[in-house]
């Protein structure tokens, strides 16, 4: 029986693979001489320590494996441990290229900003990891970035990594006290910045708040600034990047090899609930995931070029970077994605001859809603994988893409989180792509869904659990000396299973569909209604920019609220409201319709763009929230503040 998402006309796929063979994916089945991706997916999560240890092999991991067995106590999900006899240094292995092939290309709002070539990386890279040493950095300590991306930040990244520190950034937007609150609970010895950053066509200096920063972080030692802006002096009491790179002669660079689970990133988690949690992954475990997500689930070959539109302060961007270990060509850009012109991003895509464009679903929508159409100007022939992520990708998006991007490439929804530094489900170049559908889960990934008695299911809405351990899981939150915070975090609603905090659902196609956060998942009289279910319909309506829905509490049950941002010049007016319980109604459940919907002038949302369900539901409340500053508009919440059609 089709889930109830689907009718029996939504039968033909939008995408279909063409050219199997020659994918990284196909080549490694026939290696394991299997005949299907579903006979490799089963080997994987069955036999998952020797998955591992193959997939290793194929990528070419440069370090020491070790001998079997490759994982310890493999039946506890929290507490078994990869490769415990390996060592590695994760730099090294984002480095092992070191010809003339681009490495980086980077772009601002202005254009095009420069090109490094991969011996260019390795070389420049070698000097800054001497000035660390020289500096007393070692295994260990913690080195930071409060910078924009740009080469410098990958060049920052992977000095630390080579050395054996421990690299965290956040991106230059964020205010002094959301990079105290980050960078204060790790006790950094150096901090990298920039002179500024440029986003929608005007200039910020970054400067003027390292004052304060270092004044409430007292472990900072030293400050490397990177001149980017070029529009303020840099004061002579911090290091001149420019200055490493002309005064020293290093050309090789000394790796420190480390066991497979030494930290590698220090993450942060972006809810409103309190100060973020630090979110520590390991080396090892980030490569090899990373490894086998690009190379077997995005087919990211040596001669590629991987785009991800992201910052410093999104887990997407240590995902891009980790690309450099396939050795393909990195496409970065800093700045607002829509300025100077809502399409630039594809003016990229084609000067740079992109495969691989990666960016948010909001983004997409975006685009959807202005009516722009990139394929009627842009030549985007070697383009074959469009990822999107940060909040699930509507129906209505996915025919946007065939329909005004490109008809023939693979359009890959994928989701997973800064929890694991990676996907719990993702693209498949062998796999067709079906509307509103994600194309499956993540090879060595064991992913179920649970029902509200803790049983799996298929076709069934339900919470995402992984019920195998995997290698890109935290090694443990800092300052948590007995573990009680990260166990809480995601093992203490199931007895040995990861628990993530996502309601979806696992498709006859074997896909899945993401509904949205379980934490902001919605239960009028009980009955439990993803926030995505109500976004799908209501952002069809051509006069709604943007929705977001909540539960308040009333009556002793919970009722649904609507709050709709619509076009500029657009009210809402009584057949607009009708419209909107309408779409909601026929499309899905008398349940979902909301009991009042409002008009806002802005949606509350994240610095990495997914917006906050949960700051609103306490907002309207008059609950706290104790971490304004993990939002890009915290202001936008005075508007939910004593609305009187909520006390009616």
């Known amino acids: 029986m089709l889930p109830s998402h689907q009718s029996s006309a939504q039968n033909t796929p939008l995408w279909s693979p063409s050219d199997c063979e020659s994918t990284l994916l196909q080549k490694f089945i026939a290696h394991q001489n299997y005949q299907t991706y579903e006979e490799l997916y089963d080997f994987s ?234 979110i520590v992954h390991g080396a090892g475990g980030t490569l090899l995931q990373h490894l086998k997500e690009h190379q077997l689930h995005c087919d990211l070959q040596p001669d590629d070029r991987l785009f991800y539109f992201t910052t410093c302060g999104w887990m997407m961007w240590n995902w891009l970077v980790s690309g450099l270990a396939s050795g393909a060509t990195l496409v970065l850009f800093d700045g607002n994605p829509v300025f100077p012109s809502a399409d630039s991003l594809f003016k990229i895509a084609q000067e740079t001859q992109l495969t691989h464009f990666g960016t948010s679903a909001k983004y997409l929508d975006n685009l959807s809603k202005l009516a722009i159409k990139p394929n009627d100007r842009y030549t985007l022939d070697n383009l074959k994988m469009i990822l999107s992520t940060g909040s699930p990708l509507l129906p209505e998006i996915f025919d946007y893409v065939y329909t005004s991007i490109k008809s023939e490439v693979c359009l890959a929804s994928i989701s997973g989180g800064t929890d694991i530094v990676s996907c719990f489900a993702l693209g498949n170049p062998l796999r067709p792509v079906w509307r509103g559908e994600l194309q499956g889960r993540g090879l060595g990934m064991k992913v179920e869904v649970y029902n509200e008695d803790g049983q799996s299911v298929l076709g069934e809405k339900g919470e995402l659990v992984c019920t195998a351990p995997f290698p890109s899981r935290p090694i443990g939150f800092w300052n948590d000396p007995d573990g009680q915070k990260y166990h809480n975090a995601y093992y203490s609603v199931y007895n040995n299973v990861w628990h993530h905090g996502d309601f979806v659902e696992i498709t006859n196609n074997d896909g899945l569909i993401i509904y949205g956060r379980s934490d902001s998942v919605l239960n009028p009289g009980g009955v439990r209604i993803g926030t995505a279910e109500i976004y799908r319909q209501v952002e069809q309506i051509p006069d709604v920019l943007e929705s977001l829905a909540v539960g308040q509490n009333w009556k002793g049950d919970v009722r649904v609220i609507l709050f709709v941002k619509l076009k500029t010049d657009i009210k809402l007016t009584d057949d607009l409201i009708t419209t909107i319980k309408t779409q909601i109604k026929i499309n899905t459940t008398p349940r979902h319709v909301p009991a009042k919907i409002i008009q806002v002038t802005d949606i509350p949302r994240t610095k990495n763009g997914k917006i906050v369900e949960i700051a609103v539901r306490k907002t309207i409340h008059n609950e706290p929230i104790k971490n304004v500053e993990s939002l890009a508009n915290p202001e936008s919440l005075k508007e939910y503040q004593n609305i009187p059609e909520l006390q009616t």
């Open 45 to 278: 999560i069955t036999q998952f320590d020797e998955f591992w240890s193959q997939l290793w092999d194929f990528c070419q991991i440069i370090g020491i494996k070790g001998e079997a067995p490759f994982i310890e106590n493999k039946e506890k999900v929290k507490e078994a441990v990869f490769f415990p006899k390996a060592s590695l240094n994760y730099a090294e292995n984002l480095l092992k290229r070191r010809d003339d092939h681009s490495s980086i290309i980077s772009y601002s709002e202005h254009g095009h900003l420069q090109t490094l070539s991969y011996a260019d990386l390795y070389t420049i890279t070698a000097k800054l990891a001497a000035e660390l040493k020289d500096l007393g950095v070692k295994p260990g300590d913690r080195i930071t970035g409060y910078l924009p991306n740009i080469p410098e930040t990958i060049i920052a990244m992977l000095a630390t990594a080579s050395i054996g520190a421990v690299w965290s950034s956040c991106s230059p937007d964020f205010g002094t006290q959301g990079v105290i609150d980050r960078f204060g609970q790790i006790s950094p010895k150096v901090l990298f910045i920039t002179d500024g950053y440029f986003y929608n066509g005007k200039t910020f200096n970054s400067l003027e708040k390292i004052p304060e920063i270092c004044a409430a972080i007292p472990s900072i030692e030293t400050i490397i600034a990177i001149p980017f802006t070029k529009e303020t002096e840099i004061p002579n009491l911090y290091l001149n990047f420019d200055t490493i790179k002309a005064k020293r002669s290093e050309t090789k660079i000394i790796f420190q090899k480390l066991p497979f689970n030494h930290p590698l990133f220090i993450m942060y988690s972006s809810g409103t609930t309190g100060v973020p949690k630090c």
